[in-house]
């Protein structure tokens, strides 16, 4: 057991290693000088910030989140999960807005980017991507790996160190995988990627983005909206009149056991609301399935293709795992009249 417990603590060491180096490059980003002090000396120093030590629950909860969400994004052995949900996608942009090498290209809207393998994936086929996330932690890790990763497998990454349950056999546990499977400055596209940080809600609402995007592709994101009609005015706003919004995930309501008014600490304070525009801002209500395809044809929407349940994929499933969570989630393409 102590082997065990010595061989965990190494992965732990090793993810660690990859924070802090995510940590660096968004100090850096940020114009800020290298704040990080070794575990020898914080205490005793008197220049430390005021945050450092001082991650909440919550902020563990989402670092642990963000290293399953390097896997499934940015590992070879994340593959399966990719496929299952990216491909489908992409299919769907060749076929109804094929890209367009012109002087504007196709522009395309991926909200909820999450750690930008999708955006990148968007921009590598061709097309002008835009990422809008609003978690500083995925924002600060899709930068590290997208800018500040000089080579394909350059990081160790031990994604189920911190699981103990459900193994065959620890070796499961403790398997190593290295991050990025590719190197994306490497890569060569005719297309270009950007990304933005903020509130989908608000950001896209803006004067400048009437009308801005050819397409909006949403992949497991529609169920984080405590009110999806915001969701759907939203790419109302922001989406061509002809463009296409096009969907893939399932209706698993983030908001339903929780009021969309809490922070990340659980308390009711300090809620972002302009003029009830936020994702937070208008209450909270779960449509299924059959609601939100009767809610998007009275917004308008034309249908050109919807299905539910003819794939099914997991999501950060540890494949060698003894408990599995399968999604049939729904897939559908929608344009704006």
């Not at 060749?94 to 367009?100: I, T």
């Not at 393998?117 to 061709?126: D, K, Y």
């Not at 009830?276 to 299924?288: A, R």
């Not at 917004?299 to 060698?320: A, C, D, I």
């Amino acid at each position: 057991m102590l082997d065990t417990l010595s061989r965990v603590d190494k992965a732990i060491d090793a993810n660690a290693d990859i924070a802090d180096a995510i940590l660096e490059s968004g100090l850096q980003s940020m114009g800020i000088e290298s704040l990080l002090i070794s575990i020898d000396n914080s205490a005793q120093s008197t220049d430390a910030p005021k945050w450092q030590g001082a991650s909440t629950k919550v902020d563990l909860d989402k670092a642990r989140s963000t290293i399953h969400q390097l896997y499934r994004d940015w590992s070879a052995e994340g593959i399966v999960e990719r496929s299952a949900c990216y491909s489908p996608i992409l299919a769907d942009l060749h076929n109804y807005l094929p890209p367009d090498n012109g002087e504007e290209g196709i522009r395309v809207l991926v909200p909820g980017a999450g750690l930008g393998r999708l955006v990148f994936e968007i921009c590598a086929a061709g097309y002008h991507a835009e990422g809008n996330e609003i978690s500083y932690h995925q924002l600060l890790t899709s930068s590290f790996i997208l800018n500040h990763t000089s080579q394909a497998n350059e990081w160790p990454l031990y994604p189920w160190a911190l699981n103990f349950s459900n193994h065959v056999r620890r070796e499961d546990q403790l398997r190593r995988v290295m991050i990025p499977d590719v190197h994306p400055a490497s890569i060569r596209s005719l297309g270009s990627m950007g990304m933005t940080t903020g509130d989908f809600c608000v950001l896209y609402r803006g004067d400048e983005y009437k009308d801005a995007f050819d397409a909006v592709t949403t992949v497991f994101f529609i169920d984080t909206a405590p009110n999806l009609i915001t969701y759907i005015e939203t790419v109302l706003h922001c989406l061509k009149p002809g463009g296409v919004w096009i969907n893939l995930g399932p209706l698993l309501w983030h908001f339903e056991d929780r009021s969309p008014k809490q922070n990340d600490t659980g308390n009711a304070e300090n809620t972002i609301n302009v003029e009830s525009q936020d994702i937070g801002g208008s209450g909270s209500f779960e449509l299924s399935e059959d609601e939100v395809i009767k809610l998007l044809e009275r917004f308008g929407f034309l249908f050109l293709k919807h299905h539910v349940g003819s794939m099914e994929t997991g999501y950060v499933q540890n494949p060698r795992s003894m408990l599995r969570a399968v999604y049939r989630p729904s897939h559908w393409v929608v344009r704006k009249p």
